[in-house]
């Protein structure tokens, strides 16, 4: 079998758009699964009560990540035909930064606000208006920040390329740190637990 | 106690499972190594036979002229070589990067070099990596050349050569270049210098890069 | 005599708890089943499509999309809006992530409707006014928007798609958006404690 599908052509643009819908049903239902409907609880991960952002991200990124290592391995997937977001790490960094506090403070990211305002989250709306008037911002200073923006390129780029190291090592490396996470997690959880009834 | 997977809670299980998926990589190898595809060799000797795969250039130029676009125009040449002249539309991928993703497997892709050799190299390695859609332009850049750009008509040429060749000479200005009439060379080196790099008037250069919507989030 | 009247206020309290029971939105799922899910969601669009999830990048297209008929001018000067209009030959909201997008949507609201809890409210902690929750959540989302553009994607983009990926920037990135927000959370702390 040759995937990725669309990039072997077994369907064409238009079918690609039904697609999109189907996975983005998926993609809405385990968010909202998960609790990303709630700003609160979202919030929570940055106050160390509730580190359900941390568990579920890194549940599904090494899902993926070991997924899609092994159906790579069999031959099934062409990994090198996988899109990656090309590096720009400054801007990357930077951009990152002014994220997270836009996280903490508005209480939501992209994805999770859509499905906050799915399920009647009326602040979901407002930040939503928030993201429509911070990217037409960054559109119109666009030309000042250009050259900031396209600063520092490393080009498609992966973790272990840089290092020098097997792709196979880096895969084992970051279950290993997610999994020593969740543990610690459940550990901060119950220490913040307890530390709450105390006070 | 004795250990059993029984006594594990679902999380433990999953943490196991994934912890060992995980463990295993680092003996696996590469997973960029895993992909092979097979050839069809029967099909492709059949492809070569009956030259299917080949590009006319009165064709290509005619595409260009009316301003086709639902094929991209790949110039396997060196970069220094691509920037002195290349054929309206074409982009620059080199041989070794030519398989990097840059192209779709679905598209219509047509390669031209100087010559044939590179293109059918390339035209064998897509293939093989399961492009659908690959063509050579035929003879290369030489019959480009010699064809569309310097057309020549010789002396004594038959009526009907003659009125083919009044559509060449068409062709030829649009793209910048310059018909030769008569069979000496003396009279038609020197006006044979390369087109500029210059758009012909109607032709809207195919910017790769920009024309490409981004994939990313 | 009395008997009946036993029945009768059993069976009301039969009813209330059942209309309680509808109305009391279920516990979220476990966040390991969650996430395994989400993963896997994550797994089959780079199987069939090649490509991760996304978000910011749709509200770009809509943006885009939006400018372009407001003043058809304007985006055509600027690359940034030239980037999500294309070659001009079809609509920028006929997008992937546009689509992906409207099924996160759908998905959501799925789920939410599934579990009861599609419920009109405002996220906050107790010890601010609904007016200052609109106005942390309105800049917080100018934050995110440009913050997003300027990193190339956003938490879903970078942080999941990228973060699978193994990318450089991505992961770089995922620090940073933690990083960023742990150290700003004190001075929010009233909106969410």
Known sequence: MNAPFFKFGLFGDDVSLIVAFVIGIGFGFFLERAGFGSGRKLAAQFYFTDLTVFKVMFTAIITAMVGLFWLSWVGLVDLSLVYVTPTYIVPQVVGGLILGVGFVVGGYCPGTSCVAAATGKLDAFVYLGGIIVGIFVFGEVFPLVAGFYESTPMGQVTVPQHLGMPYGIMVFLVVLTAVGGFAGASWIEKKMATKVKES | MKFSLNNLTINQKLALIIGSLGFLAVFAGSPYKGFTSTIDSEELATIVEKEVDHVPPEELAGWIITGKADYRLIDLRKESEFLEYHIPTAENIQLPSISDGQLNRTEKIILYSDGGIHSAQAWFLLKANGYKGVYILRGGLEDWKDKILFPRLPDNAPPTEVAAFEKAKLVSTFFGGSPQIGGAAASGVPAMALPKLEAPAGVQPKAGAAKKKKEGC | ?193
């Not at chain 3, 979220?28 to 499509?49: C, D, E, Q, R, T």
């Not at chain 3, 929750?133 to 994607?153: D, H, Q, S, W």
């Open chain 3, 1 to 193: 005599m009395s008997s009946s009247e036993k029945t009768l206020t059993i069976d009301n309290a039969a009813v209330h708890k059942r209309t309680i029971v509808a109305r009391e939105a279920q516990p979220y799922w476990n966040p390991y089943i969650a996430g395994l899910g989400l993963g896997l969601v994550l797994l089959s669009s780079f199987v069939i499509m090649g490509r991760g999830l996304g978000a910011s990048g749709a509200f770009s297209s809509l943006l885009a999309a939006t400018v372009n008929t407001v003043t058809p001018s304007h985006p055509a000067s600027n690359s940034f809006y030239a980037e999500y209009l294309g070659d001009g030959t079809k609509s920028p909201l006929k997008d992937w992530l546009v689509f992906e997008v409207l099924g996160a949507i759908a998905g959501g609201f799925i789920s939410g409707l599934l579990a009861g809890r599609v419920r009109k409210t405002v996220e906050k902690g107790p010890r601010i006014s609904v007016r200052t929750r609109f106005v942390f959540a309105f800049a917080g989302g100018i934050l995110m928007g440009f913050g997003a553009k300027l990193a190339r994607g956003c938490t879903s983009g970078q942080a999941l798609t990228g973060g699978a990926l193994l990318g450089l920037g991505s992961w770089a990135f995922m620090l940073a958006v933690f990083g960023g927000a742990y150290a700003f959370a004190y001075f929010v702390r009233r909106q969410w404690t």
